[in-house]
């Protein structure tokens, strides 16, 4: 069964940093490219960016770029969202999801953890 | 970026009756090298992440209820629930996945009249 388990969310104040990991599980993780999108409350999907497999080329959103940083481990099944300069317009759920079977959609999701920022 | 508008931001229809949402990329997302079109359409309960319903734009993803269809080409399409349930009430999300930086439409929240 496929399973993404995120963690580290949490409540930051303004300008500060948060990592966020990604656990993926039952699929050939070194193979998929893996993405975050977040959802601030009662507002819709928005794509943060991601990570393709080897060599680890990575996008991201407008909103975040040159803020946020995507990495991943293949050797321990793990994404990661590191997460600076952090404003109160990041507070969101942040999901991971991937593309495990090839096609052109997110076939594989998390259930998402909360990032307030606040101060 | 490419731009999806999605319409109508929320509908009502009664339960059996068909329920339309549409979806407009401000450019093209038909890939003429496997001739697919990069759409792909979500559900999404309270509560709950997104789930995949249709892929390249007509796909049904294993699992959904054939009364989910999707269609159209270009920059114009169209999800379609042919016979709406009860279960089905929720907002869904268009994206293209033609190009970076992938796109979601706003959401139609769909509801029971």
């Known amino acids: 069964e496929v399973q993404l388990v995120e963690s580290g969310g949490g409540l930051v104040q303004p300008g500060e940093s948060l990592k966020l990991s990604c656990a993926a599980s039952?699929?050939?993780?070194?193979?998929?490219?893996m993405h975050w999108v977040r959802q601030a409350s009662g507002k819709g999907l928005e794509w943060v960016g991601h990570?393709?497999?080897?060599?680890?080329?990575?996008e991201y959103g407008a909103s975040v770029k040159g803020r946020f940083s995507i990495s991943r481990d293949d050797s321990k099944n793990m994404a990661y969202l590191q997460m600076g300069s952090l404003k109160v317009e990041d507070t969101a759920v942040y999901y991971c999801?991937?593309?495990?079977?090839?096609?052109?959609?997110?076939?594989?999701w998390g259930q998402g953890t909360m990032v307030t920022v606040s101060s | 970026d490419i731009v999806m508008t999605q319409s109508p931001d929320s509908l009502a229809v009664s339960l059996g009756e068909r329920a339309t949402i549409n979806c407009r990329s401000s450019?093209?997302?038909?890939?003429?090298?496997?001739?697919?079109?990069?759409i792909d359409w979500y559900q999404q309960k309270p509560g709950q992440p997104p789930k995949l319903l249709i892929y390249?734009?007509?796909t049904r993803e294993s699992g959904v209820p054939d009364r989910f269809s999707g269609s159209g080409s270009g920059t114009d399409f169209t999800l379609t629930i042919s016979s709406l349930q009860a279960e089905d009430v929720a907002v869904y999300y268009c994206?293209?996945?033609?190009?970076?930086?992938?796109?979601f439409g706003g959401g139609t929240t769909v509801e029971i009249k």
């Open positions: 999801t991937t593309v495990v079977r090839g096609i052109s959609a997110f076939d594989a």
């Open positions: 039952g699929f050939t993780f070194s193979g998929s490219p």
């Open positions: 990570i393709k497999r080897k060599p680890y080329a990575t």
């Open positions: 450019q093209s997302v038909f890939y003429t090298s496997n001739n697919k079109n990069y």
């Open positions: 390249w734009a007509s």
């Open positions: 994206q293209q996945a033609f190009t970076a930086p992938l796109t």
